[in-house]
């Protein structure tokens, strides 16, 4: 009698050691869910911001590109404005000359 109650009361320790594991267990299966889906949000997330890295190298690029054009064509209009002050200059010579030539008819 004696043996079957130290028996018993080792099967009623094993039960509780049991449950407190299966608890225990249950918990950290609850984490692991919990850590599983934070993982998807964040590789979701990550998804997005290298979507949105993408887009921002190809509007860089494009804006980048418009600047070089822009900056063409601004090379061009300083050309063309240092053409028309150059003949700005030889028309106002030609001008000048011709009151001169008109002064002296007069």
Known sequence: QAENKQLS?????????????????????SSVSSSK????????ANKQLSSSVSSSKAEIETLQATLKSTQALLEDRDSGLSSLQAENKQL?????????????LQ
Do not use: D, F, G, R
């Not at 889906?37 to 979701?44: D, F, N, S, V």
């Not at 106002?92 to 002296?104: F, P, Q, R, T």
């Open 92 to 104: 106002s010579s030609s001008v000048s000359s011709s009151k001169a030539e008109i002064e002296a």
């Open 9 to 29: 009361s080792s099967v009623s320790s094993s039960k509780a050691e049991i449950e407190t594991l299966q608890a225990e267990n249950k918990q950290l299966s």
């Open 37 to 44: 889906a934070e993982i998807e949000t964040l590789q979701a």
